[in-house]
């Protein structure tokens, strides 16, 4: 049982629920994730972006000639978003009586310390693929929960990143602040995550009617499932 909160965020612009910065998100740009995931799926596969945010990827992904319908709890966040379908709604509660080529859940949304939670994301992605589809889900590579610490990069775009106040309040569970600065503006982001070894994730998955088919690059962050 998780009694703390999951995530919560300060800084300038809207937050959203889960303590996103929308002004933050509005600033980053793709790094190789559409070219990963177009790659996976058949030319202009049909996709639900779950937690689609500004449209980081979902732009990408349109111009690489996919159908991309964009899912986001924030309306401040789809308000950034130009052609595709845009759908207010939380993940877990989502009903489109529709399927889809591939449904995509990154950010590592899966992570979640909340297992009812992740379980409820696991579900709306079976309702939402096709029996020809599949899932492509991103989670941190299980070992990175071992090693992680307080860092600091600066990616070349004019901003800093920082992770600070890191803890492990219990068996596989990371708590973490990210600080992000751009220019004069500063946003914080807790989170409170699990770690899921493949195991774990497999058993996750076969409740919710899925199963891991591959990882799609050697680190095993980037995992695609198919319906059971």
Known sequence: MISRRLYHGTGPGPITPD???????????????????????????????????????THPLLALGHEVVAVDESPDMLAHITGAETVLSPIQSLELNRTFDLVLLMSFVV?????????????????????????????????????????????????TVRMT????????????????TVGDRHWTHTFLSRRLDDDLLESELNRAGLTISEFLEPSREWVRAVPR
């Open 19 to 57: 303590g996103c910065a929308v002004d933050y998100y509005a600033t980053l740009t793709a790094r190789g994730e559409p070219e990963l995931i177009h790659a996976a799926v058949p030319p202009g596969a049909s996709i639900l972006e779950l937690g689609a945010g500004t449209g980081r990827i």
């Open 111 to 159: 992570e979640t310390a909340d297992d009812d939670l992740r379980a409820a994301f696991l579900r709306t992605c079976h309702r939402h693929v096709s029996a020809g589809g599949c899932v492509i889900l991103q989670r941190k590579p299980p070992e990175w929960y071992d090693t992680v610490q307080p860092s600091e990069r600066v990616p070349g775009d004019g901003s």
């Open 165 to 180: 106040d890191v803890h492990r309040p219990g068996p596989g569970l990371l708590e973490a602040t990210m600080e992000y």
